[in-house]
């Protein structure tokens, strides 16, 4: 039975997994008395149930003749069209909202971003906070499970900068496993491995919220998206929530999950296994959440020497604290604001540049995780061949050492991360261009564009000098923002190598 179900097409499966997710907000909805919000999602989960079982026996057994073709456009359908299915019964359930508005909710929510266009998040039902929270988690384990069963085999989505040059006999074990299994034997491998981690996750980090104290929901879409880096709350962020700085705390340590593929899995090529401590990404992660809030906090520090604010310097803990998590959040663009961030401000009375947490969010966390971004391998890379760079301005005849490997992420893997970073610059050129003529301000546009691209939906709301509501901008501006966050979570590569003349030849 369950080969015959593996066997079906893969958007075939992502439309049944969607429609049995709707049962959990039905049942949430039903027990607290909500009939008129549980029926649209009971009824859809019917209709769309039906419709994926009739598309299955039509579908099964029909393997398509070029496979990386065929699932590269299934991630793109799974982003833009997915989400029209997802979008029926919160639009249906909310009863206030136009569809085309709920099914950007859907891109928002199912790519990670996290952005919405409901700014009173107390003015929305809980089933449905609890409906975005549930897709946010979904999008989040399907960009775990493909990242690694579909991308990595094409050296797409930051693979391709380990990879890079690399000799034939350093991925062997790599080159039998996709020689070997097939597409939908490696999701099946993979989703067995992945899927259980993931919500062991998930549910370990509500009990620890639920434990410091917060309200048992709140906590359970916290941690939900948390561990998919969306940034969805129930509450409007973290300072409304009533975990407080034990809750901040266990959030910061599960954002590490972000960080690098190898704090919950090991990684593809067999030698790179037990590296956790030597990983570049994590590297660059412990390095980026020390400089950057004490720079900031050094910042404000002087302010408050100039104020000669002595008796405000106990405040300053707390300000520290809330620098470090929120650097730590929007790195792994989850998005998350500490509620101590702002007492940065109110302590030293210098206010806090959102250009920072706009850097922040373009750097991004780990490849194969559910961070957005550049990611910090290709930063890695990056800072790595400039560093070998200014070394041999000084002595030119000098030798890289740290091994074959630096030497071809220096080399090689640095080379098409500059590719990437200029696809990503420009990127952000012409989304910006194209909110720039639907009539959005420059300034909002740029806030808007980073945070799509690098699916960081929160930075709409700090990173600007006042918040900006989506909900103003026009519907030619939601599309544009809607594929800029498909753009942003599968990435320019993988949206080029659609192009590639071998994927359409017969």
């Known amino acids: 039975m369950l080969k015959r179900i593996t066997d079906l097409p893969f958007f075939v499966l992502l439309m049944g997994i969607s429609s049995l997710a709707m049962i959990a907000p039905a049942a949430f909805a039903l027990s607290h008395g909500h009939h008129a919000i549980a029926r649209p999602f009971f009824y859809s989960m019917i209709l769309f149930m039906l419709l994926t079982t009739l598309i299955g026996f039509a579908t099964h057994g029909q393997q398509p003749r070029r496979v990386a073709r065929s699932h590269l456009i299934t991630l793109v359908g799974a982003y833009l069209i997915l989400p029209i299915l997802l979008a029926v019964p919160f639009h249906e359930a909310h009863g206030r909202t136009t569809f085309f508005d709920a099914w950007f909710e859907m891109v928002s929510d199912f790519t990670t971003t996290g952005s919405t266009l409901y700014d009173s998040p107390w003015r929305m039902n809980a089933a449905l906070h609890l409906w975005r929270a549930i897709v946010g988690w979904m999008g989040g384990l399907f960009i775990w499970i493909t990242a690694v069963a579909i991308l990595a085999p094409m050296n797409l989505g930051g693979f391709e900068v380990r990879n890079a040059g690399a000799p034939q006999g350093t991925v062997q074990s790599f080159v039998q496993i996709t020689?070997?299994?097939?597409?939908?034997?490696?999701?099946?491998?993979?989703?067995?491995?992945?899927a259980p981690l993931y919500i062991g996750l998930t549910f370990a980090l509500w009990v620890g919220l639920s434990a410091v104290g917060e309200r048992p929901f709140v906590a359970l879409i916290h941690a939900m998206s948390t561990m998919s880096t969306s940034g969805i709350s129930a509450t409007g962020g973290l300072y409304w929530a009533n975990g407080g700085v034990l809750g901040e705390i266990l959030i910061f340590a599960f954002m590490f999950f972000a960080v690098s593929r190898l704090t919950f899995s090991s990684d593809i090529l067999a030698q790179e296994r037990g590296r956790l401590r030597k990983d570049p990404e994590i590297q660059m992660a412990l390095l980026l959440i020390t400089i950057v809030p004490t720079l900031l906090y050094l910042r404000h520090y002087v302010g408050v020497l100039e104020e000669h604010r002595i008796d405000g310097l106990l405040t300053g803990l707390k300000a520290l604290w809330g620098s470090v998590f929120t650097v730590m959040?929007?790195?792994?663009?989850?998005?998350?604001?500490?509620?101590?961030?702002?007492?940065?401000?109110?302590?030293?009375?210098?206010?806090?540049?959102?250009?920072?947490?706009?850097g922040l969010s373009i750097t991004g966390g780990g490849i194969a995780t559910t961070a957005g971004g550049?990611?910090?391998?290709?930063?890695y890379a990056l800072f790595r061949h400039s560093e070998r760079e200014l070394e041999r301005l000084i002595h030119p005849s000098s030798v890289g050492g740290s091994g074959q490997e630096a030497r071809r992420i220096r080399r090689q893997g640095a080379q098409i991360a500059w590719v990437f970073f200029m696809l990503f610059a420009l990127s952000i050129v012409g989304v910006l261009t194209a909110l720039s003529l639907t009539g959005v301000q420059f300034e909002n546009a740029i806030v808007l564009t980073v945070a799509a691209l690098s699916t960081t939906g929160p930075l709409v709301e700090i990173a600007a000098e006042a918040p900006i509501s989506i909900s103003g901008v026009t519907n030619e501006a939601k599309m544009v923002l809607a594929l800029a966050m498909v753009l942003g979570r599968l990435e320019a590569l993988a949206i080029i190598a659609l192009f590639n003349p071998d994927f359409w030849r017969k």
Not at 374 to 379: E, S, T
């Open 329 to 358: 959040s929007f790195l792994t663009t989850t998005g998350f604001e500490s509620r101590y961030w702002s007492m940065v401000a109110d302590w030293s009375e210098l206010s806090t540049p959102g250009l920072v947490l706009l």
């Open 179 to 194: 020689r070997v299994a097939n597409t939908s034997e490696r999701l099946t491998r993979y989703t067995l491995q992945l």
């Open 374 to 379: 550049v990611k910090l391998l290709r930063v």
